[in-house]
């Protein structure tokens, strides 16, 4: 069978399992947008699906989604938008396979962020991420700028897809400043990285969120420095013979210190670049992440590394400065490449069926060797048993088919194991949407249809920013905050009035025009995801911009302590996300012990009580919890006074006092 022939199978079928793999989630649930991220996508692929592109350009960023849409639509084939973003990913899952063959297409650190219905950025932003390098590996190896221009081109969809584009924008540079430190420097190098900055960089301004950053925030200074710097190289090869040593080492120096006093203008390094340098999971927990998202890759790819530098070329080079990268989504590709290169290696080695041929002047030598061995020769020096090492070189090869068979059979047991793994971790950890479950736990869709139909067009909710893209996508209903996280001083007035007892976060929540506030609890259900658990950090950003007013060891026991049952601190108790968390809790008891299935703790009997908001909806499971904002009391008073009046609990008159009457005299 012709080895072409083998190839395009060998893709048909990594396609056919890349796409098969990320189906789990729609299998056995429903077609639909699982997270909360992804929801602002959805919504802005349909205002460009309903109102048209140029509409579209100026309220945001072109997405994949909607080109298909209208392409599907002029072919007169009906799809519901909806369907398009949900099987978006797995659809570009294939295209990321091809671009980077075998382990990608199934294995689990790609596919959590790229199952059906995660429609988020990085469903197409790993394919254009791996295309690019693909694109950029030809330019260098053929000097070619017309590679070069297209791997600019994927970059500027890569720039207007996802903000992490900044790995590209320092790894291309970082490669080759390498290869020039090793002096692999050469013409092709330089019409590679010329045609990909140029055409990359000035495409990219043209992204509005991007605007001129690439010359003024340091994450781009590294590009623009290799760019000089490669443009000095290729000069002096030009000049070197028309300028002497001395001027040109003039020219050095201003080349050098222009851009040191240039250095005033160029902002600081953003969150979004460190995001992709350092991993967030905690360091116990970060080699079982490891093992459950790349299985025995992560033991393989050293070994592709080292196989690399074995015969090294400037494109393993790249391979090797991208493993530095500790961020899991784009970890993942270069991890596949370096298992892929030492799995093929040995199967190389082992299917070759070509033997060493042993003469018998070898047999000879063994024998004499083995002779040797148990009367060494006294005579012989280390010299000259060198010499005779060096004039009958050994050869190398495997001999035997049992050796042959052992090894084979284990890698393709090791390949089955990592399959069962691939689609086990997929089926039960990543393909489980956020609003239902494997038990049909709807509270999340129960509660935005409620807020949907029960509450008017205008109404504000305040909840923590995770939501607020679901809670806009499927409730239809503005939020004060969402998951567009610029905004930390927005973000922090969430949180101290979270945090803040009811009289305080009362005047904020009407300030701000805010009609019901949502909170996510897992106390009953024992939902781990909850807004209790999530609360230290609502103290901690609201603390950064009220450090007077919030403190952080105020919401701990004396002890330290994160608790919420008696012993809890009188500033969580008083909280309102306390008081919501809690509200008519312990009736679900029946007037026993109620319990915190998360926390596992016990919570007092009676529970708090609400003044300035009052229960308008809780979802069947008491995971999602909906309060109203009181408006203001039409008698002037206080709604604390207010609420305790109507509750029936007047205040107690005191007997006035008894005046003495003065004496009368007679």
């Not at 430190?181 to 330089?190: C, E």
């Not at 090294?312 to 892929?340: K, N, Q, W």
């Not at 280390?382 to 050994?394: I, S, Y």
Request: charged share 15%; hydrophobic share 45%; with cysteine.
């Amino acid at each position: 069978m012709p080895a072409s022939l083998v190839r395009i199978i060998a893709f048909v079928l990594i396609s056919g399992a890349a796409i098969a793999s990320r189906l789990f989630a729609v299998i056995n649930f429903e077609s639909i947008i699982h997270e909360f991220d992804p929801w602002f996508n959805y919504r802005a692929t349909k205002v460009l699906a309903s109102k048209g592109f140029y509409e579209f350009w100026n309220w945001f960023d072109p997405t994949a989604c909607g080109v298909i849409y209208n392409i599907l639509h002029y072919l007169h084939l009906p799809v519901d938008i909806r369907n398009i973003c949900v099987l978006l990913a797995p659809g570009f899952s294939p295209l990321t396979a091809w671009a980077t063959y075998i382990f990608i297409g199934i294995v689990p650190g790609y596919i959590s962020r790229s199952v059906a219905g995660s429609y988020d950025n990085e469903a197409i932003a790993i394919f254009l991420l791996m295309f690019t390098f693909f694109l950029w590996i030809k330019a260098m190896k053929q000097g070619s700028a017309l590679y070069g221009t297209l791997a600019a081109l994927f970059y500027f969809y890569m720039v207007a897809a996802w903000g992490g584009y900044a790995f590209i924008t320092n790894m291309i540079p970082l490669h080759a400043l390498v290869l020039t430190l090793m002096g692999r420097f050469t013409n092709r190098l330089y019409v590679a990285y010329s045609s990909w900055y140029a055409i990359g960089t000035l495409a990219s301004m043209q992204v509005p969120f991007v605007g001129f950053q690439p010359v003024r925030t340091s994450e781009h200074m590294g590009a623009l420095g290799v760019f000089g710097l490669l443009q000095i190289i290729a000069f002096v090869e030009l000049v070197r013979s028309h300028v002497s040593s001395k001027q040109f080492r003039r020219l050095l120096f201003v080349s050098v210190i222009g851009p040191v006093f240039s250095a005033r203008w160029i902002a600081p390094w953003t969150g979004r670049f460190y995001s992709l340098w350092t991993q967030a999971t905690p360091r116990t927990h970060r080699m079982a992440v490891l093992l459950m998202d790349l299985h025995f890759l992560i033991f393989l790819f050293p070994a592709g590394v080292v196989l690399c530098f074995k015969e090294l070329r400037d494109e393993h080079v790249f391979y090797f400065a991208g493993v530095m990268v500790r961020l899991m989504l784009t970890l993942t590709p270069i991890v596949c490449v370096s298992a892929a290169v030492a799995l093929s290696s040995v199967f190389d080695t082992y299917i070759d069926p070509t033997e060493p041929e042993v003469t018998e002047d070898d047999k000879t030598d063994v024998a004499k060797k083995d002779k040797s061995a148990s009367t060494p020769a006294s005579g012989a020096t280390v010299a000259e048993l060198l010499t005779d090492m060096k004039a009958k070189p050994a050869q190398r090869g495997i001999v035997g088919l049992d050796t042959r068979g052992a090894v084979i059979l284990n890698a393709l047991g090791m390949l089955l194991f990592f399959v069962v793994h691939c689609t086990w971790v997929t089926s039960n950890a990543y393909s489980s949407p956020s609003v239902d479950g494997l038990h049909i736990i709807d509270d999340f869709r129960e509660a935005y249809y409620w807020l949907r139909e029960n509450t008017a067009k205008d109404a504000v909710v305040m909840s923590w920013w995770d939501y607020g893209y679901q809670i806009a996508g499927m409730a239809d209903r503005p939020t004060l905050v969402d998951n567009n996280t610029w905004n930390n001083t927005h973000i922090a007035t969430v949180g101290k009035a979270m945090s803040s007892p009811e009289e305080v976060a009362y005047p904020i929540l009407r300030k701000h025009d805010v009609d019901y506030v949502l909170i996510i609890f897992g106390g009953v259900l024992g939902y781990s995801g909850d807004d209790i658990n999530k609360f230290l950090w609502m103290v901690r950003i609201a603390q950064g911009v009220w450090p007077d007013e919030i403190q952080e060891p105020q919401y701990f026991t004396p002890q330290g302590d994160y608790r919420v049952d008696d012993q809890a601190s009188p500033a969580m108790r008083n909280s309102l996300m306390y008081k919501m968390s809690y509200y008519r809790f312990a009736e679900l008891f029946g007037g026993g012990q109620a319990q915190d299935r998360v926390r596992g703790q016990m919570i007092s009997n009676p529970g708090p009580s609400l003044d300035y908001l009052e229960e308008a909806f809780t979802s069947e499971n008491w995971i999602v919890r909906i309060y109203q904002v009181k408006k203001e009391d039409p008698l002037g008073r206080d709604l604390k006074s207010a609420n305790a009046f109507n509750q029936g609990k007047k205040r107690k008159r005191t007997r006035p006092p008894v005046r003495r009457r003065g004496l009368v005299s007679i």
